[in-house]
């Protein structure tokens, strides 16, 4: 895989980023880049990026805030249970420490798999292949489906995949991965052996066990859109995935990001 800069971005942003990266370095808080940088990394698709993608643990958050707010930066905690922003004039960096349904969350994992990449001159560690598509994998919405990332990941990264690892993420999800490798299959003919045949024998044999459960009243497509499963929590009362026991979101969490749909 290359290692140049990846992502396209407008000369006045490369220097805010550059002087974000250099503080970030110094400080020897841990991070890894995501977003279009890391995508183009894998996939060799440059993008126009107007943001960087910051990820860094939870436990760091604050910590990374308080870096920014003492070099005259303005930072806010945008959604407390997964993102933060860093701005400054009309520039912004997404801080990123989980996801907005509260299932990838950044841990340890993310930065023992990470990559090398070289982003706007500085070598940087960059979102590992799998935690990619993992997050990615859950973006379903009518504004912004990122299916089509995961497909291209897939495609151009597919055969340097830790699969057992990849599944792993997934957990009890595991159908939303399959639904992805499914339609790789679809788009892609002559790139089928890239998903390895045992894994989609495994997931198809799960597939045919899956029973009716009639007291599992859980709607789970909150987990693939904050909006459009709304209605079937309302009407059928069905309860959210993205809440406790479910879940690891909280009930007031849950509220905020849904206020801010229309926002």
Same mark, same amino acid.
């Given at each position: 895989m290359q290692t140049s800069d990846t992502a396209v971005c407008d000369d006045p942003l490369a220097a805010f980023y550059t002087d /974000?990266? +250099?503080?970030?370095?110094?400080?020897?808080?841990?991070f890894l880049l995501g977003g279009s940088f890391a995508f183009a990394r894998y996939t060799n698709l440059d993008r126009h990026t107007k943001d960087l993608d =910051? $990820?860094? *643990? &939870? %436990? !760091?958050?604050?910590?990374?805030?308080?870096? $920014? !707010?003492?070099?005259?930066?303005?930072?806010?905690?945008?959604? &407390?249970?997964?993102?933060? @922003?860093? @701005?400054?004039?009309?520039?912004?960096? #997404?801080?990123? $420490?989980? %996801?907005?349904?509260?299932?990838? *969350?950044? !841990? #340890?994992?993310?930065? +023992?798999?990470?990559?090398?990449?070289? =982003?706007?001159?500085? *070598?940087?560690?960059?979102? &590992?292949?799998?935690?990619?598509?993992?997050?990615? /994998? $859950?973006?379903?919405?009518?504004?912004?489906? #990122?299916?089509? !990332?995961?497909?291209?990941?897939?495609?151009? +990264?597919?055969?340097?995949? #830790?699969?057992?690892r990849l599944l792993a993420r997934f957990g009890s999800r595991w159908p939303v991965l399959f639904s992805h490798l499914t339609l790789f299959c679809f788009i892609y003919p002559d790139q089928r052996d890239v998903v390895p045949a045992g894994l989609m024998e495994e997931l198809a044999g799960r597939l045919t066990r899956l029973t009716v459960e009639p007291d599992n009243h859980v709607c789970f497509g909150t987990l693939l859109s904050r909006e459009q499963y709304l209605p079937d929590l309302e009407r059928h009362s069905y309860l959210d995935a993205r809440v406790s026991p479910h879940g690891s979101l909280t009930p007031d969490e849950v509220r905020v990001w849904t206020d801010a749909i229309d926002k």
């Open positions: /974000a990266l +250099a503080l970030l370095e110094a400080s020897g808080i841990r =910051v $990820f860094v *643990r &939870p %436990s !760091d958050l604050a910590r990374t805030l308080e870096l $920014f !707010d003492a070099e005259g930066y303005e930072t806010e905690l945008t959604f &407390p249970h997964w993102l933060a @922003k860093v @701005k400054r004039g009309g520039s912004v960096i #997404d801080v990123i $420490f989980s %996801s907005g349904n509260g299932v990838a *969350r950044v !841990d #340890d994992e993310w930065f +023992a798999h990470a990559a090398e990449g070289v =982003v706007l001159g500085r *070598r940087v560690q960059l979102c &590992p292949q799998e935690e990619l598509i993992w997050s990615k /994998a $859950f973006v379903l919405e009518r504004e912004r489906y #990122d299916g089509a !990332d995961v497909a291209h990941l897939l495609r151009e +990264a597919g055969r340097e995949i #830790d699969w057992r």
